[in-house]
């Protein structure tokens, strides 16, 4: 297994940062709502990670885009993953059942954003630009 992971550590980072942040704005969100900043390094902050994330994924997949392994479409389903968490909260936020500050509804548009980038970005190399596609052969034997 150590061998396995050490033949495709770019796919393995970006799989791993995309549910980190996904756990991360779990409890973000829903078990420390209401939380607002008492100063401003929180909101630096907030860009600087957004920053990291999205060069640790480009970077990732422009190490691993001209392999053809099974990891790689792993990696472009998990991108979707933050996402989804945001897209939940904010349906959870306009039902009224999840509360947020200011900040962390900043934080929710900065996650949908930047989570709808890294998937479009992941599916738009790994398919378009090395022209893959998925086929069904309808036809029967």
């Not at 779990?26 to 600087?48: G, H, I, N, Q």
């Not at 993953?81 to 934080?107: D, H």
Request: hydrophobic share 55%.
């Amino acid at each position: 297994m150590r061998g396995f992971l050490a033949k495709h550590p770019g796919e393995y980072i970006s799989i791993g940062s995309s549910l980190l942040l996904a756990c991360a704005a779990v409890y973000f969100f829903w078990f420390v709502s209401e939380w607002e900043p008492t100063s401003d390094w929180p909101k630096y902050l907030l860009a600087w990670l957004v920053i990291g994330y999205i060069a640790i994924q480009l970077i990732s997949l422009l190490e691993t885009v001209l392999s053809v392994r099974l990891t790689g479409m792993i990696d472009t389903v998990m991108a979707i993953i933050p996402f989804v968490v945001g897209l939940v909260a904010l349906v959870n936020m306009a039902q009224g059942t999840l509360r947020l500050s200011g900040f962390q509804t900043q934080a929710l548009w900065l996650l949908l954003a930047t989570s709808l980038l890294d998937f479009i970005a992941t599916l738009w190399v790994r398919f378009a630009v090395n022209r893959r596609t998925l086929g069904i052969d309808t036809t029967s034997a």
